[in-house]
């Protein structure tokens, strides 16, 4: 039987650990945290195939005795997991949408263009940064509600996306600003606007960045609680799946089993999203550092 050969650039890695004590301890230590950062996330896992009983009875061990499957169908049929997650899917999508374009706007002219106030309206910006959720939802529920859009899909997607969301768009004014000026300027020679500038050259080259905003988005509004709660107070038809996980908390009890399979099947497009938008996540990464 013909032995399988060791690419040569795998070797050489694995000579150099040898090598090395110090390298190879480095390698133990990230391994080692590695495992610890993943724990919790295999621990959930577990615990949503096994029964309550078991959940407190097996201490650490991630095996279970026999894979309980109807955790997973007790949450997304009995709870209502199907309605939150088709919620959770419609007002992510549409927070996503409006922070990406909104951002990439106002981005685009703090990045392009010099006018009176701009380092004041940055400085404005850069202070609600630190403002708390809970300081601003009062004024939201208010508004949305004179708007007449209180429980509605169309409310939670505005409060949700017409907020600060400063650290979206200062990446895109911070990577307007590094583009060249002769792209616009040969932009304007074929006759073309600032809005056919905009999402025909400049749109398409922030690729990086606008995925970086789309995954930082998506966890934002995938996995927030308040504002979502507040504005389905009176609908529960329309909780999201954040919040849908008060449905496994008893006033006596909590349904330990169910909330893990809940979490898990929350925790899967979250996983999608991120492993399909990675490369260019670590691109806008790697070419920030670049700068």
């Given at each position: 039987?013909?032995r399988?050969r060791?690419?040569?650039?795998t070797?050489?890695?694995?000579s ?10 480095i390698?133990?230590g990230?391994l080692l ?5 993943i ?5 959930l ?8 009983p078991?959940?407190?009875g097996?201490?650490l061990g991630l ?17 209502g ?19 990406v374009?909104?951002s990439?706007l106002?981005?685009?002219v703090?990045?392009r263009?010099?006018?009176?106030g ?18 601003t939802?009062?004024p939201?529920v ?6 007449g859009l209180?429980n509605?899909y169309v ?10 969301h400063v650290?979206?768009?200062l ?5 307007f ?7 616009e ?12 500038i905009?999402f025909?050259i400049?749109?398409?080259l922030s ?8 995954i930082?988005?998506?966890?934002f509004?995938?996995?927030t609680?308040l504002l ?18 008060t449905?496994?908390?008893g ?5 330990w089993?169910?909330?893990?399979a809940a ?8 996983m999608?999203?991120f492993i399909a938008?990675q ?6 990464i790697?070419?920030?550092?670049k700068q």
């Amino acid at each position: 039987m013909r032995r399988r050969r060791v690419p040569a650039a795998t070797r050489s890695r694995w000579s150099m650990l040898v090598a090395r004590p110090g390298n190879l301890m480095i390698f133990v230590g990230l391994l080692l945290l590695a495992l610890m950062w993943i724990y919790p996330f295999v621990w959930l896992l577990s615990a949503s195939l096994k029964t309550q009983p078991e959940i407190f009875g097996s201490g650490l061990g991630l095996i279970p005795d026999e894979p309980i499957w109807e955790n997973y169908v007790r949450a997304w049929t009995v709870v209502g997991f199907d309605r939150y997650f088709l919620n959770t899917v419609l007002i992510t999508g549409g927070t996503v949408l409006l922070i990406v374009v909104r951002s990439a706007l106002a981005g685009y002219v703090l990045g392009r263009h010099r006018f009176i106030g701009k380092k004041l309206l940055i400085g404005i910006f850069v202070v609600t940064f630190f403002l708390p959720e809970g300081y601003t939802i009062i004024p939201v529920v208010q508004l949305t509600d004179q708007l007449g859009l209180l429980n509605t899909y169309v409310g939670v997607i505005l409060g949700l996306g017409a907020g600060g969301h400063v650290s979206a768009t200062l990446l895109y004014a911070g990577y307007f600003s590094g583009l060249p000026k002769e792209l616009e300027e040969c932009a304007r020679l074929d006759g073309a606007g600032p809005f056919r500038i905009f999402f025909r050259i400049m749109l398409p080259l922030s690729g990086p960045i606008t995925a970086t905003v789309v995954i930082l988005t998506f966890l934002f509004a995938w996995n927030t609680y308040l504002l979502p709660l507040v504005f389905t107070l009176s609908e529960p038809g329309m909780r999201t799946l954040a919040v849908g996980m008060t449905a496994f908390v008893g006033e006596y009890s909590t349904d330990w089993s169910g909330l893990a399979a809940a979490a898990m099947i929350a925790l899967v497009p979250v996983m999608a999203v991120f492993i399909a938008l990675q490369r260019k996540f670590v691109d806008s990464i790697a070419g920030a550092v670049k700068q």
